[in-house]
């Protein structure tokens, strides 16, 4: 298919990503906490700068960051346990509620200690959002096109918050106070509550039955640290997250010492940075026809760090601005393919926490980026801090490169396999990720005209789905049925641990997919409507052959 033919695809993907109305409303609710957040965050330096100067200013941010970052992982388990919609839901009425307790106080002049406390518990409270939104979007989604879509167009999104929300404030910081950002900022919280109270209710995920709840709060960790490519993504992430700590402030430098374009040219390159983003996220709906995600992971993050380095030898204001807008689009090849990996490696009943491990690992970078890079620009001078930042990205991805293409080979869907077994009863309600999972496990298998697939009585080994061909269904030597492309057998066996209950041959050459017993069982019975369906499609297909 030509790039004419892929664009189309992905296009349409990402049309019908808003025009489900399940994932367009989750997608207002991440605008408005989106907005929020970079909003707030104008007004709450400007509240502590103004309150006790620049010191306190410092002191807030590193508080909010740090506390974020410890805290994350372990208010990640809700994602894990409840409904995610309550949890997104008790996340924005939290902060809604929180947000007005500032915007009072700061309104009557109360005690800025109070505010700062109210910030810091709202930024603790705002890290359990993410993981549930980015837990609750797979089961959304009904194709792999449309996730990757879905995820682009929520870090879209982000990239308007990004510069939108920053402009908001300041505008309405110009003409009044930081209480009247505080109170649009709850109001956009409220927003984002709504948007989420209109998706229907989910069901909580399914628990191992593990009640202590140490282990529990581990499982994102032990999840993390028995696969290598979840360690490989989460690691990379965060280290172009220490980079972009460290942007916070090569900006600065960069503007002012540098360039002399003064106060405007901070908000001049920080705007490039966003709208590089944005039109990289309207042109990366490829991404959703490629399939090839590991690969652009690792250039969004060659292209980030090497604009980075590159802006070291750049005295031009214009040059600079078409760098940052590079950083910005690699940064977002980042962000869309890494979620997107993310949510398709992790398991599915701690995918909240890998998500709660992946925040605190990118808060914990952001404020150590913007911790030590001032002491290096001390000790080495911007230029030569630029160049050491921007080439950490390249150098990361090195001995990354083989286990980054193996996470592409296996990261790419099965379309085939996955067609087939969505379109059966067993597996439809299973999540998205995890239909593709067993579909990358799925072996083609060809059985020649005339042959077995399987003998009755035999033990069963593995489930099948016809691809191409004809195969009889024969009881006791006698036909009973035929089964055609689509059609699928050897569940009995498997869920009832019975022999084969049927012998099954070929007609002409038959083209199969097959499960692993492992595989096909974890699957099923690890989600309560994929297992009430096979119980319903074996106690139908018994019955039937008890007729007989």
Not at 190 to 200: H, K, P, Y
Request: a positive charge; hydrophobic letters at 55%.
């Amino acid at each position: 298919m030509g790039i004419r033919g892929r664009l189309g695809e992905s296009w349409r993907a990402f049309a019908q990503a808003f025009r489900s109305r399940e994932l367009r409303r989750l997608q207002l609710a991440g605008a408005g906490s989106t907005l929020a957040v970079w909003a707030y965050s104008i007004a709450i330096a400007v509240y502590a700068y103004r309150a006790d100067g620049a010191k306190a200013v410092g002191i807030v941010l590193f508080v909010r960051w740090s506390l974020a970052a410890v805290f994350a992982p372990w208010l990640a388990l809700f994602a894990d346990r409840v409904s995610r919609r309550r949890v997104m839901l008790a996340v924005d009425g939290s902060r809604t509620a929180l947000v007005a307790g500032m915007t009072v106080i700061a309104a009557t002049g109360g005690p800025p200690m109070v505010t700062y406390v109210l910030a810091v518990l709202m930024s603790i409270i705002s890290t359990a959002f993410a993981p549930a939104q980015a837990a609750l979007m797979p089961s959304l989604a009904t194709t792999p096109e449309e996730l990757t879509a879905s995820n682009l167009a929520l870090n879209t999104i982000s990239g308007v918050g990004m510069f939108a929300g920053p402009a908001i404030a300041g505008v309405v910081l110009a003409f009044s106070g930081p209480s009247l950002v505080f109170a649009l900022t709850g109001a956009a919280y409220a927003w984002s509550g709504l948007c989420v109270l209109g998706l229907r209710p989910d069901s909580p995920p399914e628990t191992t039955g593990e009640s202590a709840i140490l282990p529990q709060l581990l499982a994102g960790f032990r999840a993390i640290g028995a696969d290598r490519r979840l360690q490989v993504i989460i690691g990379l992430v965060g280290a172009q997250m220490f980079v972009a700590g460290a942007l916070e402030v090569v900006i600065v430098v960069d503007a002012i010492r540098l360039l002399h374009s003064g106060n405007a040219g901070v908000g001049w390159l920080n705007t490039a940075l966003g709208v590089g983003g944005l039109l990289a996220g309207v042109l990366g709906v490829a991404l959703a026809a490629r399939k090839r995600l590991a690969g652009d992971f690792r250039l969004g993050l060659v292209v980030f760090g090497a604009a980075l380095a590159i802006l070291a030898a750049s005295t031009n204001f214009t040059v600079a601005l078409v760098l940052f807008g590079v950083m910005g689009a690699g940064s977002t090849l980042v962000d869309v393919t890494g979620m997107t990996l993310l949510q398709r490696a992790a398991p599915a009943e701690v995918v909240g926490r890998v998500f709660g491990v992946l925040q605190s690992t990118m808060l914990a970078a952001i404020a150590l980026g913007s911790l030590v890079t001032p002491l290096l620009i001390a000790a080495l001078g911007a230029r030569p801090t630029f160049i050491a930042a921007g080439l950490l990205l390249p150098l990361a991805v090195l001995p990354t490169w083989r286990a980054l293409t193996k996470i592409d080979a296996t990261a790419r869907v099965a379309t085939e396999p996955l067609e087939l077994l969505r379109a059966i009863p067993i597996f439809a309600p299973l999540p998205l990720p995890v239909l593709e999972r067993l579909a990358s496990l799925a072996a083609e298998v060809r059985i020649p005209a005339a042959s077995a697939v399987f003998e009755q009585g035999q033990a069963g080994d593995r489930f099948y789905v016809i691809a191409d061909g004809a195969a009889a269904v024969e009881i006791d030597g006698a036909r009973t049925s035929t089964l055609g492309p689509g059609a699928f057998f050897g569940e009995i066996a498997l869920l009832r641990d019975v022999p084969r209950t049927a012998t099954v041959r070929a007609i002409d050459e038959l083209r199969l997919y097959a499960l692993e017993r492992d595989d096909f069982i974890a699957a099923v019975t690890g989600h309560a409507p994929s297992r009430e369906a096979a119980d319903s499609v074996v106690s139908s297909r018994l019955q039937a052959v008890t007729a007989l």
